[in-house]
């Protein structure tokens, strides 16, 4: 499996500030993931990173809000833009890996960042 | 329509006891795969079991296994003997096609575990 470290953990940000979230695997993957858990919800996809590409956005999640860098492969950002308080969240990324022998293509996560915005 | 249904918001079972997660899902596309992922207070997603459309026998990982009933379109989470570490929400999620594409999650269900 993809070892996913994903920082920060947690932060609490002012209304109208962006924040970075980072993003680094510990193999090369093609693509990654970034996903938003509001409060009480289930995962939304925002978009879908490959490297050396744009960014493909889900309906609803624009690049202005959420501009994502993929450098390389191992490597993405995702930056929370203008920021208020709807943006409170947890922002998780994720990798897609090959289990190989045992079948199939699994997505795992990162430990995610809990997002206050005042 | 809702491609990943779980109709249970909660669940209680008792320490050692087995419980059944409910999930059904939507799809027209022959190729598909299920999935079952913990997610405990901290937040992180934790990948559990995974059943693929065209796996013949039910997927089973330590104390979980999956009750894969393809004609009704079920994928339910079954985990036997109960832990107090168990106490998390779960999801079910479904990937359509081969190949990269993505998850789509259901609403999950709170599993409480007590003493």
């Known amino acids: 499996s993809a070892v996913i470290s994903q920082k920060p953990s947690r932060d609490i940000c002012q209304r109208g500030t962006s924040l970075t979230i980072q993003c680094q695997v510990d193999?090369?993957?093609?693509?990654m993931f970034w996903y938003r858990q509001q409060p009480g919800q289930s995962l939304t996809l925002i978009a879908t990173?490959?490297?050396?590409?744009?960014?493909?956005?889900e309906s609803g999640f624009v690049i202005d809000k959420f501009p994502i860098s993929r450098p390389n492969l191992t490597f993405s950002t995702l930056t929370v833009s203008n920021m208020s308080p709807e943006d409170s969240s947890i922002y998780l990324c994720?990798?897609?890996?090959?289990?190989?022998?045992?079948?199939?293509?699994?997505?795992?996560f990162g430990a995610g960042t809990r997002l206050s915005v005042l | 329509a809702q491609k990943i249904t779980q109709t249970q918001p909660g669940m209680f079972v008792q320490e050692k006891e087995a419980v059944t997660l409910d999930c059904t899902y939507d799809?027209?596309?022959?190729?598909?795969?299920l999935f079952w992922y913990k997610q405990p207070s901290s937040g992180e997603m934790i990948f559990l079991i995974y059943?693929?459309?065209?796996?013949?026998q039910n997927a089973t990982e330590g104390r979980y296994s999956l009750n894969f009933q393809k004609a009704r379109k079920s994928a339910n989470l079954v985990i036997s003997a109960s832990q107090l570490g168990d106490s998390a929400m779960y999801f079910c999620?479904?990937?359509?096609?081969?190949?990269?594409?993505?998850?789509?999650f259901g609403k999950g269900t709170m599993l409480l575990v007590s003493p």
């Open positions: 999620a479904m990937r359509e096609g081969q190949g990269y594409s993505t998850l789509t």
């Open positions: 799809t027209s596309d022959p190729s598909y795969g």
């Open positions: 994720s990798v897609e890996s090959d289990r190989g022998d045992r079948g199939g293509n699994i997505q795992y």
């Open positions: 990173a490959n490297q050396g590409s744009e960014a493909t956005y």
């Open positions: 059943q693929g459309s065209y796996d013949q």
């Open positions: 193999s090369q993957v093609t693509m």
